[in-house]
């Protein structure tokens, strides 16, 4: 069970919209993913804002970006 940042209920009630595939992918990470990476939803970086971001330290860092 990978750990998500911010929680799936608190990235569902922030004032950015949720898409049901950011959603489907969100709790299939969490559930089905290596419980040692970070799983990080709509993260700011220099402006710019991915879908998530999985680092798993020692290992690497994912980027993506959903389409629905």
Same mark, same amino acid.
């Given at each position: 069970m +990978? !750990?998500?940042?911010p @929680?799936i @209920?608190?990235?569902?009630l922030? #004032?950015q919209k &949720? $898409?049901?595939? $950011?959603?489907?992918?969100?709790n299939?990470? !969490?559930e089905? *993913?290596d419980?040692? +990476? $970070?799983v990080? *939803?709509?993260p700011? *970086?220099?402006?710019? #804002?991915? @879908?998530v971001v999985i680092i !798993?330290?020692g290992?690497? &860092?994912?980027i993506?970006e &959903?389409?629905?």
């Open positions: +990978a !750990k998500i940042i @929680d @209920d608190k990235a569902i922030s #004032r &949720v $898409e049901q595939g $950011e959603l489907y992918l969100l299939y990470l !969490k089905e *993913f419980p040692e +990476a $970070e990080y *939803f709509q700011c *970086f220099n402006g710019e #804002r991915p @879908d !798993k330290e290992v690497g &860092v994912i993506i &959903v389409k629905d």
